[in-house]
């Protein structure tokens, strides 16, 4: 059998060949109704767009790079998610980058950006690339979203962090805790200095004195919360509450404390935030800052689909709210 055309596409959607060219090259630029009469055509003829040649003919690659420090780190993967729903609509792939926070690796996927292999690029690791921040070769369009860039102007998606972190602790203070735990993510990155203001604002809002003591650091991890959990356990009276600015640590928080024969939460109220997948099938499952992680990875794809299409932004900043969840790790006192 001969390989199908895109006319066979065009003939059997019931369009012209160039509007068949139009909707897989930009998709949004057509109807939502031809979109899916193309699509379905070429679903049912078989038709395979010759990527190559397209990417020669319109010096478009039709790819986005996606920018991650460490990929293994579970909070990304509905992020992931609404990107790439998003993008496969409007007929982009994805091609996903770890820089597992590697300067080197950083330099490699800017010169990846700079060889033309990619339209657009989402940074999600907090940092401009050297090629990007250096300013040099093409400009490519991006956005960032999860972790705001310090100095940058780039149209940026994220969490209300700040006020979510407030809410999270007004509802331990609320439920009689007075002496609130904090463990601290990475002094560098730009969501703990959120998350951390939020938790003091709670404090200082219902007139309750802050206790460095209190607060422990951490990096996100689990072993970060089993160290606070060591830490807290050494001071001469343990917080009626912890906040941990991640999940992950308010499960290794929970871990030590058990370990050590303490009883979550009827010794120690415990929070989290992120309500990432294992949030609510942990033992006890863990109150938590629920982040729209698809929503976020959508709505910055759908910005950066504009800048591609060439679209001016009618708003280069967007802060999603949050939902607190209360389940079984804390308690009223």
């Known amino acids: 059998m001969n390989r199908p055309t895109?006319?066979?596409?065009?003939?059997?959607?019931?369009?012209?060949?160039?509007?068949?060219?139009?909707?897989?090259?930009?998709?949004?630029?057509?109807?939502?109704?031809?979109?899916?009469?193309?699509?379905?055509?070429?679903?049912?003829?078989?038709?395979?767009?010759?990527?190559?040649?397209?990417?020669?003919?319109?010096?478009?690659?039709?790819?986005?790079?996606?920018?991650?420090?460490?990929?293994?780190?579970?909070?990304?993967?509905?992020?992931?998610?609404?990107?790439?729903?998003?993008?496969?609509?409007?007929?982009?792939?994805?091609?996903?980058?770890?820089?597992?926070?590697?300067?080197?690796?950083?330099?490699?996927?800017?010169?990846?950006?700079?060889?033309?292999?990619?339209?657009?690029?989402?940074?999600?690791?907090?940092?401009?690339?050297?090629?990007?921040?250096?300013?040099?070769?093409?400009?490519?369009?991006?956005?960032?979203?999860?972790?705001?860039?310090?100095?940058s102007h780039l149209p940026h998606v994220e969490t209300a962090n700040r006020e979510a972190a407030r809410a999270i602790t007004e509802c331990l203070i609320a439920q009689g805790h007075r002496r609130i735990g904090y463990i601290a993510g990475p002094p560098t990155n730009v969501l703990e200095h959120d998350r951390f203001a939020g938790?003091?604002?709670?404090?200082?809002?219902?007139?309750?004195?802050?206790?460095?003591?209190?607060?422990?650091?951490?990096?996100?991890?689990?072993?970060?919360?089993?160290?606070?959990?060591?830490?807290?356990?050494?001071?001469?009276q343990l917080p009626d509450a912890v906040f941990a600015s991640s999940d992950t640590m308010a499960m290794g928080l929970i871990r030590g404390f058990t370990a050590a024969g303490l009883s979550i939460p009827d010794q120690i109220s415990i929070a989290g935030f992120d309500d990432i997948e294992f949030a609510a099938a942990y033992n006890p499952a863990l109150t938590t800052v629920h982040q729209n992680r698809h929503d976020i990875g959508a709505r910055a794809a759908g910005m950066l689909i504009d800048l591609m299409a060439g679209k001016k932004l009618s708003q280069r900043e967007i802060q999603l709210p949050a939902e607190i969840v209360m389940r079984e790790s804390t308690r009223a006192r």
Do not use: M, W
């Not at 049912?44 to 010096?59: C, D, K, S």
């Not at 080197?104 to 940074?123: K, S, T």
């Not at 089993?226 to 050494?234: G, P, S």
């Open 6 to 151: 895109i006319g066979d596409v065009a003939a059997r959607a019931g369009v012209s060949t160039a509007t068949v060219s139009r909707t897989l090259a930009t998709p949004e630029q057509v109807t939502p109704k031809t979109r899916d009469a193309v699509l379905k055509a070429v679903r049912e003829t078989g038709y395979v767009l010759n990527l190559a040649a397209r990417h020669l003919r319109t010096n478009r690659a039709h790819a986005v790079l996606a920018v991650l420090p460490d990929a293994s780190n579970i909070f990304f993967s509905q992020v992931l998610r609404g990107i790439s729903d998003t993008l496969h609509q409007a007929g982009y792939s994805l091609v996903i980058a770890d820089t597992a926070n590697d300067p080197e690796r950083e330099r490699e996927h800017g010169e990846f950006i700079q060889g033309g292999r990619v339209d657009g690029v989402l940074l999600l690791n907090g940092r401009l690339l050297p090629s990007l921040s250096a300013k040099r070769g093409r400009t490519i369009p991006t956005v960032s979203l999860c972790e705001r860039i310090p100095g």
């Open 199 to 236: 938790y003091r604002d709670a404090l200082t809002a219902r007139g309750i004195a802050f206790d460095p003591q209190l607060v422990c650091p951490g990096d996100y991890s689990i072993r970060a919360g089993e160290a606070a959990a060591t830490a807290y356990r050494a001071l001469p």
